[in-house]
Antibody, heavy 122, light 107 residues
Framework: EVQLLESGGGLVQPGGSLRLSCAAS????????MNWVRQAPGKGLEWVSA????????YYMDSVRGRFTISRDTSKNTLYLQMNSLRAEDTAIYYC???????????????WGQGTLVTVSS | DIQMTQSPSSLSASVGDRVTITCRAS??????LAWYQQKPGKVPQLLIY???TLQSGVPSRFSGSGSGADFTLTISSLQPEDVATYYC?????????FGQGTKVEIK
């Protein structure tokens, strides 16, 4: 069965940095696009970033572009999110999520990790 | 960017009731719409993709319909285990935006 295991969350001061990881198993992240989706406390879901499986093309939501960097290590089958210049409004649970199909368009999410909490506060 | 608007934001219904949630896109997205269920304190789960295709394991009381800009999620007979927040998501192109969610409770 597919598994996605996030790590790296924690408490960080405004302006600080954090790197999240998502270890995937039972499928190849070179085949399927991978995503980061976040959820602020008591709020809805917000797509953050994606990396296309076959091409490695990256995508970002406007408010994180230039501050966050999505990357992957295909040899470790692991996804990353480097978050710099963090703001209070970045406080959220961050989920990694697998694209549900290799077809395009098709970036809906069929498997989600348990999430890792990022808190930006002084 | 295309905006996704769900209605209502919340609803309360009795067990056995038929429940309908609407999702409207600000532009035509074809049939590239998914629905998710997030139970309290849990991870979101995919319910429906391609507007109307049920994800494996999803009970048949859930159904989806629509196309273009107007979409509907229907629960034919509400069950206690359906208490959750439901989100639509467009996936025709980036950014892959979610609706704001609809919270479903039992009356």
């Amino acid at each position: 069965e597919v598994q996605l295991l996030e790590s790296g969350g924690g408490l960080v001061q405004p302006g600080g940095s954090l790197r999240l990881s998502c270890a995937a198993s039972e499928f190849s992240i070179s085949t399927y696009s991978m995503n980061w989706v976040r959820q602020a406390p008591g709020k809805g879901l917000e797509w953050v970033s994606a990396v296309d499986g076959p091409t490695g093309t990256t995508y970002y939501m406007d408010s994180v572009r230039g501050r966050f960097t999505i990357s992957r290590d295909t040899s470790k089958n692991t996804l990353y999110l480097q978050m710099n210049s963090l703001r209070a409004e970045d406080t959220a649970i961050y989920y990694c999520a697998k694209k549900g199909t290799t077809a395009s368009p098709g970036n809906y999410f069929d498997w989600w990790g348990q999430g890792t909490l990022v808190t930006v506060s002084s | 960017d295309i905006q996704m608007t769900q209605s209502p934001s919340s609803l309360s219904a009795s067990v056995g009731d038929r429940v309908t949630i609407t999702c409207r896109a600000s532009q035509d997205i074809g049939k590239y719409l998914a629905w998710y269920q997030q139970k309290p304190g849990k991870v979101p789960q995919l319910l429906i993709y391609g507007t109307s295709t049920l994800q494996s394991g999803v009970p048949s009381r859930f159904s989806g319909s629509g196309s273009g800009a107007d979409f509907t999620l229907t629960i034919s007979s509400l069950q206690p285990e359906d208490v959750a927040t439901y989100y639509c998501q467009k996936y025709n192109s980036a950014p892959w935006t979610f609706g704001q969610g609809t919270k479903v409770e039992i009356k």
